[in-house]
């Protein structure tokens, strides 16, 4: 059968599906009720960082714990553990989050965009995130100025992904639609890049980075003052 042909068999059966719908009814003439739990159960703050933290281990994140305070260090030593020379970083990091680590830091910035094969060559990539999920274990970027253009947390192999607890987790994945902006470009993470062929051999590292590691981290790990904001691809 041609392409035409089943354009117009499928097309011809869409008609018949709609031949009693009256031409002036509307899809908001009938609304649909959406009276779905929001969230599965109820939980302490507490409890939705601990579910977080179970659901990111077992998509095979790296899950470190931190206080603002002492963020610079725990980076610092995590890329120093990765052997990461290289880094590359938004232009909206807070400063001190990479104060302590003896790392050569690369910006990617809209007027000096990294090309992939540039990207390629580096080590690490530190970003912080939109918000995380707790019932799915889901980091979510929304390209901020903490998070850079999507890219740059798609192509270096390791990803440390920063996620404040006080203001960033919610619960489930009706309560981060509600956050996040529908014209943001939205990058879903669970775990690090993964998949696998018919006989489930596990490859990571195919779509995105092999290695994810997600600090939680108590306290206010954003400083007071706003971060400039760079128009992203």
């Known amino acids: 059968m041609s392409t035409a042909a089943s354009r117009e068999r499928i097309l011809g059966r869409v008609r018949r599906?709609?031949?009693?719908?009256?031409?002036d009814e509307l899809p908001e003439g009938h609304p649909v009720a959406r009276d779905?739990?929001?969230?599965?159960?109820?939980?302490?703050p507490t409890e939705s960082v601990d579910l977080l933290a179970r659901n990111l281990t077992d998509y095979r994140a790296?899950?470190?714990?931190?206080?603002?305070?002492?963020?610079p260090a725990l980076l610092s030593r995590l890329l120093a553990a990765r052997g990461a020379r290289r880094v590359v970083v938004p232009t909206g990091l807070p400063d001190g989050w990479l104060a302590e680590a003896p790392v050569d830091f690369v910006t990617d910035s809209a007027s000096a965009?990294?090309?992939?094969g540039e990207l390629d060559a580096i080590d690490s990539v530190v970003t912080g995130c939109a918000l995380a999920i707790a019932e799915t274990g889901t980091v979510v970027l929304d390209a901020g100025?903490?998070?850079g253009r999507r890219s740059i947390s798609l192509v270096p192999d390791h990803h440390l992904c920063v996620v404040r607890i006080a203001d960033q987790v919610v619960d489930s994945v009706p309560q981060a639609l509600l956050r996040l902006a529908p014209d943001r470009p939205l990058t879903w993470i669970s775990g690090p890049s993964a998949t696998s062929d018919i006989e489930l051999d596990?490859?990571?590292g195919v779509h995105g980075p092999r290695t994810l590691e997600v600090i939680l981290v108590a306290g206010n790990a954003r400083p007071a003052s706003a971060y400039p904001f760079d128009v992203r691809s």
């Open 202 to 204: 596990r490859v990571e």
């Open 145 to 147: 100025p903490d998070q």
């Open 36 to 44: 779905y739990l929001s969230t599965h159960g109820q939980r302490t």
């Open 113 to 116: 965009t990294l090309s992939p």
């Open 17 to 23: 599906a709609l031949a009693d719908v009256p031409r």
């Open 62 to 71: 790296l899950v470190h714990r931190s206080d603002a305070a002492g963020l």
